[in-house]
């Protein structure tokens, strides 16, 4: 079955940077799109950015534009998010997202398979 596990979180000052990471397993990993999704406390879940299955076309929303960087590696089957510049709204639970099929999209119904998340809290 589709596993995908996140890691990477933690604790971040202000201007500061986290990598993550999500394995991925149980698929094609090189057929389908990826993104990275977030949850704020006491907020919605929120799209943050998508990768297409070879890594051709990536998409960001707005307020993570220049700071963050999507990439992915599919002979590891793993998705990396390089987080910089950190800002305390940026504080949220991170989760990993596997896409119905190839094509990056913004949608969350796109995505049909989750990770359980990873932690980021940034603050002094």
């Known amino acids: 079955q589709v596993q995908l596990v996140e890691s990477g979180g933690g604790l971040a000052q202000p201007g500061g940077s986290l990598r993550l990471s999500c394995a991925a397993s149980?698929?094609?990993?090189?057929?389908?799109?990826m993104s990275w999704a977030r949850q704020a406390p006491g907020k919605g879940l929120e799209w943050v950015s998508g990768?297409?299955?070879?890594?051709?076309?990536?998409g960001y929303v707005d307020s993570v534009k220049g700071r963050f960087t999507i990439s992915r590696d599919n002979a590891k089957n793993t998705l990396y998010l390089q987080m910089n510049s950190l800002k305390s709204e940026d504080t949220a639970l991170y989760y990993c997202?596997?896409?119905?099929?190839?094509?990056?999209?913004?949608?969350?119904?796109?995505?049909?398979?989750w990770g359980q998340g990873t932690q980021v809290t940034v603050s002094s």
């Open positions: 997202a596997k896409s119905r099929d190839s094509l990056v999209r913004g949608n969350l119904r796109q995505y049909n398979n």
């Open positions: 149980g698929f094609t990993f090189s057929n389908y799109a």
């Open positions: 990768i297409s299955s070879d890594g051709s076309y990536t």
